[in-house]
């Protein structure tokens, strides 16, 4: 399974970016999708995922009501829309599937894509 992501860059606080994150390589799509990020100096951590075919999703309490994941099956691809930026949503952001279908354990990642929120 291969994962790309895209859509990061340089926003100002309170700005929106959305990134993408497309999925290739296997035929059956009944899987969970997540992202991840993380900032200089700390450990990767949770941001949200999407169950399949996309009614599920769960948020890191950092991020609740800011920002939404959502997926569109017929791409292979998920979407992280994030609004009202904060200089603390600073990091590399990664896309993440597991290896099983309904399963929320994320074994493949993608490459990350920075964001940067400046004050």
């Known amino acids: 399974v291969q994962l790309q992501a895209s859509g990061g860059g340089l926003v100002q606080a309170g700005g929106s970016l959305r990134l993408s994150c497309v999925a290739s390589g296997r035929t059956d799509s009944r899987y969970a999708m997540g992202w991840f990020r993380q900032a200089p100096g700390k450990e990767r951590e949770f941001v949200a995922d999407i169950g399949w075919p996309g009614t599920i999703t769960n948020y890191a309490d950092s991020v609740k009501g800011r920002f939404t994941i959502s997926r569109d099956n017929a791409k292979n691809t998920v979407y992280l829309q994030m609004n009202s930026l904060k200089p603390g949503d600073t990091a590399v952001y990664y896309c993440?599937?597991?290896?099983?279908?309904?399963?929320?354990?994320?074994?493949?990642w993608g490459q990350g894509t920075l964001v940067t929120v400046s004050s």
């Open positions: 993440a599937a597991p290896n099983r279908p309904y399963v929320r354990t994320y074994d493949y």
